[in-house]
């Protein structure tokens, strides 16, 4: 079984910024994607960003240029620096693990969820 310990998060002014961590535990695949979802009130989860084992990284649109997601292999950790936050990133963010088996079938686990509140 894996866990997911994040930490991080807090509160901000509009403008400023956060660092998040999540360090993975337990058997994990070897191919895998690490990556942070968030969820608004009233809203579906997204994906935020992830990153790949070779730390090929994807973005949402919405925080391109602001957001920096890594990962550290060895620690089974990935990390999103946050920056020029605006109150519209307001949400809890989730770090997820994607264990990819085949093209159609990943295996995925979850964090307890951070709370990032940005004021204006």
């Known amino acids: 079984q894996v866990q997911l310990v994040e930490s991080g998060g807090g509160l901000v002014q509009a403008g400023g910024s956060l660092n998040l961590s999540c360090a993975a535990s337990g058997s994990i695949f070897s191919i895998n994607v690490m990556g942070w979802y968030r969820q608004a009130p009233g809203k579906q989860r997204e994906l935020v960003a992830s990153i790949t084992t070779n730390s090929i990284a994807n973005y949402a649109d919405s925080v391109k240029g602001r957001f920096t997601i890594s990962r550290d292999n060895a620690k089974n950790t990935v990390y999103l620096q946050m920056i020029s936050l605006k109150p519209e990133d307001t949400a809890v963010y989730y770090c997820?693990?994607?264990?990819?088996?085949?093209?159609?079938?990943?295996?995925?686990?979850w964090g307890q969820g951070t709370q990032v509140i940005v004021s204006s």
């Open positions: 997820n693990l994607g264990e990819i088996y085949t093209s159609r079938y990943r295996r995925d686990y």
